[in-house]
């Protein structure tokens, strides 16, 4: 037998769709509370000292829940192929803004402190603000655009032609999802910061974080009545191979009615997954009101788990739905690498994920406690 062929390619091709979830949760629970911060930062803080608070709440781990971007973006590109062809070639723009608004972010990191005039920090403090919001709104944004279908179509080569516009993203469904994105990370953010900071900062902070909690509940249903009413979801008409080879064209697609809510309606226990995510935003406003630290933050990072795999569970076994040619839909089935790529893959995952865990979970380790404004004075050590 050789050896990648104990798992047989159905079995892998489960494993990395999980596994890429996995990495985008974790990317949404760790870099999401940064990004939340950042939002966050005009309206908890209104001193230098207070910002500077909130910043270093974040600054010395922000680089590091990166890693989850990154690894989320590899996972795509080896994994998923036509999935990494087709969103970061239709989605150019949006993607384009979304590292440039990583990017100002980290620059606004390094700079902001490296001068004492008021006006250079104020300026960096709303580009940090900017590299906060705009990632977060985004990333909702394309979600909401997914669960409606891209329009782009495959040739009879498989070649890939995208037929949509930068504005087009901006739908109306698409905005409630990226108003959900923000509101469930600035959430994440408050709980961030009533976690690690002290003082006024902590105290403005839960108090918009409970207005946060409450708009992501009410966003949240909002986005799925409308899911219900207005999207059209995808289902497969034809015989399905999950063993097949990785071709979207030999599959037929059909368009209409509630198809995005058939998993659920044919295995309601999966009606869990929804219910986390409106239970752990309970949970975060009653944590938030009654200053409860480490069980608010686990639940908030509850909620972003219950969203992120609402979405995945609803749309199984697609990936990458098309608007304007349905057959052409990205699935589970028909858009991975080959059974020898994914095997290798899950070998080295196996091996270095953990490695990655531990080293984060040392870091967060090393660098725990709270950040005040005393030892901000004093200058004690690095900070932001």
Known sequence: MILHQLIDYETLRLIWWVLLGVLLIGFAVTDGFDLGVGALLPFVARTDI??????????????GNQVWLILGGGAIFAAWPPLYAVSFSGFYLAMFA???ALIVRAVGFKYRSTREDARWRATWDWVLFA???????????????????????????????????FFGLLNPFALVCGLLSVAMLVMHGAAWLSFKAEGVV??????????????TILLFALGGLALWLFVSGYSITSPV?????????????ARGGVAWFANYAAHPWLLAVPALGFVGAAAAFLGLRARVEGPTLAASALTILGVIATVGVAMFPF???????????????D????????????????IFLPL??????????????KVDEAALRDEAGHFY
């Open 50 to 63: 207070e910002r500077r608070v909130a910043i270093n709440t974040v600054g010395p781990v922000w680089e």
């Open 98 to 100: 979304v590292l440039a």
């Open 131 to 165: 590299g906060g919001f705009v990632p977060a709104l985004i990333f909702g944004v394309a979600v909401g655009n997914v669960l409606q279908g891209v329009p782009f179509r495959l040739d009879a080569d498989l070649r890939i032609f995208y037929e949509g516009s």
């Open 202 to 215: 902590a105290e403005r902070a839960r108090a918009f974080g409970g207005v946060a909690a409450l708009a």
């Open 241 to 253: 191979a999950p063993d097949g080879p990785s071709n979207p064209l030999l599959k037929d697609v």
């Open 319 to 333: 990936i990458l739905p098309s608007s304007v040619d349905p057959r052409s839909s990205l699935t589970v089935w």
């Open 335 to 350: 858009s991975s690498s080959s059974h020898l790529t994914l095997f290798i893959m899950l070998v080295v995952t196996v």
């Open 356 to 369: 990655v865990l531990a080293y984060t979970a040392w870091v967060y380790h090393v660098l725990w406690g």
